[in-house]
Nanobody, 124 residues
């Protein structure tokens, strides 16, 4: 049982950087794989990035590769998403998710716990 709370979303300009945080409350945080998804207005929720429980394996959607970095601090039970060179198409509500599945790590159904989301808006 985990509770996840995202924070850090705000209005920024294209080219700016922003760091999102996901604070988890509950036991065994270090055992979960963590992921970020996002959903733009009128669009389906899409995978953004994931970091496995070990912290040593990460991967990203092609749309954010090279610009975003996901990391975790198990001592603080927190996952981060560092977003650099933001683009207007990055505008979305960003969700943090936790789960045990290690099959693809990119599907919504593989995650059991979800935060409420934080809004990121990038103006051109």
């Amino acid at each position: 049982q985990l509770q996840l709370v995202e924070s850090g979303g705000e209005l920024v300009q294209a080219g700016d950087s922003l760091r999102l945080s996901c604070a988890a409350s509950g036991p065994t945080f270090s055992a979960y794989n963590m992921a970020w998804f996002r959903q733009a207005p009128g669009k389906e929720r899409e995978f953004v990035a994931t970091v496995m429980s070990s912290g040593g394996t990460t991967y990203y959607a092609d749309s954010v590769k090279g610009r975003f970095t996901v990391s975790r601090d198990n001592a603080k039970s927190t996952v981060y998403l560092q977003m650099n060179n933001l683009k207007p198409e990055d505008t979305a509500v960003y969700f943090c998710a936790a789960g045990f599945s290690a099959r693809t790590l990119t599907r919504q159904y593989e995650y059991n716990y979800w935060g409420q989301g934080t809004q990121v808006t990038v103006s051109s």
